[in-house]
């Protein structure tokens, strides 16, 4: 999609592309990362920039960085106050791009920059959004695998807004794409949800994934439960509707119980059964309201945290977002 490349008025003329990659404690695979995305961008021409967003990383990685921008100004850094997360990470580089085109991809090379080039022909053909799917993930564990599978399922049967199964953060986004996203002022962010939200023109390009190059995933099982639970939560209100179809066949079965109970008695003379079922009843109904409850909580934790409106983030110092790219890192 060509378009012109002005900025405001003031500003240095807009790069064709913005790759954002967030890095945490990736300082053993910067210098690779860099040669292979920069062979790429170079080769195919492209007027670009790389956004690194260091994510209060507590090795070398933003000496790294530094190094990288030493030998390549196109590099510009973000160094962040703390470690925010991912989420957050990403939003601080779509905060600061410039590009016509913005592409989010991770620092690990599990997002080939070889798929760069294909990316940008869709977008040239007129698409504003274009997925990378992934058709394969034999990178990840059979549980990891599954887990997502069970995730995407639950989430689209749910969600009014379903998102691509098996697409990530790697993507192509047109700047008509970005200006939407960055309106969005909400703290508990999901980002795959946020950029299913906003719609536009969509296609999607088809990879297999490949291992990691560097590093260990940041990623345990706790924490992507986790996130599972903040996406849904972000994106739906159907456990709290869950809960009221829950309260009614509760209520349902408990009076036919208690019916039964009353016509035996009167009936046929027998006892109210003791203990054992009452505990029975106690704990099972115990244990359905401290769900609910749980779930309402989870809610009202997420209301809690968007009314303080504290930044989404705190830049402790940037690095090249004051110079005019031109001529630079080509």
Same mark, same amino acid.
């Given at each position: 999609?060509?378009?012109?490349?002005?900025?405001?008025?003031?500003?240095?003329?807009?790069?064709?592309?913005?790759?954002?990659?967030?890095?945490?404690?990736?300082?053993?695979?910067?210098?690779?990362?860099?040669?292979?995305?920069?062979?790429?961008?170079?080769?195919?021409?492209?007027?670009?920039?790389?956004?690194?967003?260091?994510?209060?990383?507590?090795?070398?990685?933003?000496?790294?960085?530094? !190094?990288?921008?030493?030998?390549?100004?196109?590099?510009? *850094?973000?160094?962040?106050?703390?470690?925010?997360?991912? #989420?957050?990470?990403?939003?601080?580089?779509?905060?600061?791009?410039?590009?016509?085109?913005?592409?989010?991809?991770?620092?690990?090379?599990?997002?080939?920059?070889?798929?760069?080039?294909?990316?940008?022909?869709?977008?040239?053909?007129?698409?504003?959004?274009?997925? $990378?799917?992934? $058709?394969?993930?034999?990178?990840?564990?059979?549980?990891?695998?599954?887990?997502?599978?069970?995730?995407?399922?639950?989430? &689209?049967? *749910?969600?009014?807004?379903? *998102?691509?199964? &098996?697409?990530?953060?790697?993507?192509?986004?047109?700047? #008509?794409?970005?200006?939407?996203?960055?309106?969005?002022?909400?703290?508990?962010?999901?980002?795959?949800?946020?950029? $299913?939200?906003?719609?536009?023109?969509?296609?999607?390009?088809?990879?297999?994934?490949?291992?990691?190059?560097?590093?260990?995933?940041?990623?345990?099982?706790? !924490?992507?439960? &986790?996130?599972?639970?903040?996406?849904?939560?972000?994106?739906?209100?159907?456990?709290?509707?869950?809960?009221?179809?829950?309260?009614?066949?509760?209520?349902?079965?408990?009076?036919?119980?208690?019916?039964?109970?009353?016509?035996?008695?009167?009936?046929?003379?027998?006892?109210?059964?003791?203990?054992?079922?009452?505990?029975?009843?106690?704990?099972?109904?115990?244990?359905?309201?401290?769900?609910?409850?749980?779930?309402?909580?989870?809610? *009202?934790?997420?209301?809690?945290? #968007?009314?303080?409106?504290?930044?989404?983030?705190?830049?402790?110092?940037?690095?090249?977002?004051?110079?005019?790219?031109?001529?630079?890192?080509?």
């Amino acid at each position: 999609m060509a378009k012109s490349t002005k900025s405001s008025k003031g500003q240095a003329p807009r790069p064709e592309i913005s790759v954002i990659t967030p890095f945490y404690n990736e300082a053993s695979g910067v210098e690779r990362f860099m040669a292979e995305l920069t062979e790429v961008l170079i080769g195919e021409g492209l007027d670009y920039e790389i956004i690194c967003v260091d994510d209060g990383s507590s090795d070398l990685t933003l000496p790294a960085l530094l !190094k990288a921008r030493e030998s390549n100004r196109r590099v510009r *850094i973000i160094q962040l106050s703390r470690n925010f997360g991912k #989420e957050v990470a990403l939003t601080a580089g779509l905060d600061h791009a410039r590009g016509q085109a913005v592409i989010p991809m991770d620092a690990d090379l599990q997002d080939p920059p070889r798929l760069i080039p294909h990316l940008v022909s869709r977008w040239r053909d007129g698409y504003q959004v274009v997925n $990378a799917h992934r $058709a394969e993930r034999i990178s990840d564990s059979w549980m990891k695998r599954n887990t997502a599978k069970l995730f995407y399922k639950v989430f &689209n049967a *749910i969600s009014e807004t379903p *998102i691509p199964e &098996n697409t990530g953060d790697f993507r192509l986004m047109d700047r #008509e794409v970005v200006e939407a996203l960055r309106c969005m002022p909400e703290r508990d962010r999901f980002m795959k949800g946020l950029f $299913a939200w906003v719609g536009y023109r969509t296609t999607e390009i088809t990879y297999e994934r490949p291992a990691r190059a560097t590093g260990e995933s940041k990623w345990n099982y706790w !924490k992507l439960f &986790n996130f599972a639970v903040g996406g849904v939560t972000a994106f739906s209100t159907f456990p709290l509707r869950l809960f009221n179809y829950i309260g009614l066949a509760v209520a349902s079965l408990s009076f036919l119980y208690a019916s039964l109970l009353v016509i035996r008695t009167l009936f046929l003379g027998r006892d109210v059964p003791g203990y054992a079922s009452i505990m029975v009843v106690i704990l099972f109904l115990g244990g359905i309201q401290l769900i609910g409850i749980g779930v309402v909580g989870e809610y *009202i934790g997420r209301v809690f945290i #968007e009314v303080k409106e504290r930044p989404l983030y705190l830049v402790h110092k940037v690095h090249g977002f004051d110079e005019d790219l031109r001529g630079n890192g080509s």
